[in-house]
């Protein structure tokens, strides 16, 4: 079990990314806080209201959570999965009963 804690990659920290909405991209920038394999933190889109995250997880390279919004006066969740590689993660998320988005790159703000 230590092991395996040992080799799960800390994403504590600022990362960034651009996600791309048919001709509006726009950036999206992650504050992340890890703990063993739980992972919290917020999520503050163009709007400028971070937002935070639930569930989440690191298990080795692989990272998960969601993000819950309210979308002018309809519940949203967006889930999000991703691959830690070194100081970038590609993500993707899908939104619950809504379109999938299509997979962003997140870099670490250094």
Same mark, same amino acid.
């Given at each position: 079990? *230590?092991? %395996?804690? %040992? $080799?799960? %990659? ?7 990314? #651009?996600?791309?909405?048919?001709? /509006? @991209?726009?950036?999206?920038?992650? %504050?992340? &806080?890890?703990?063993?394999? =739980? $992972? ?10 971070? $937002? @935070?995250? /639930?569930?989440? +997880?690191?298990?080795?390279? &692989?990272?998960? *959570? ?7 006066? #309809? @519940?949203? =969740? ?6 830690? &590689?070194?100081?970038?993660?590609? $993500? ?8 999938? *988005?299509? @997979?962003?790159?997140? =870099?670490?703000? +250094?």
């Amino acid at each position: 079990i *230590f092991a %395996a804690a %040992a $080799l799960a %990659a800390d994403i504590s920290g600022n990362w960034s990314g #651009t996600m791309q909405m048919g001709d /509006n @991209p726009f950036t999206l920038t992650y %504050a992340f &806080k890890q703990d063993a394999e =739980k $992972l919290t933190g917020t999520v503050t889109g163009p709007q400028g209201d971070p $937002l @935070p995250i /639930n569930d989440g +997880k690191v298990v080795g390279d &692989k990272v998960s *959570f969601n993000v819950k919004v309210d979308m002018g006066g #309809t @519940p949203a =969740k967006f889930s999000s999965e991703g691959v830690i &590689k070194g100081d970038e993660i590609s $993500l993707t998320t899908k939104s619950e009963g809504g379109p999938d *988005f299509p @997979p962003m790159t997140l =870099k670490r703000v +250094k």
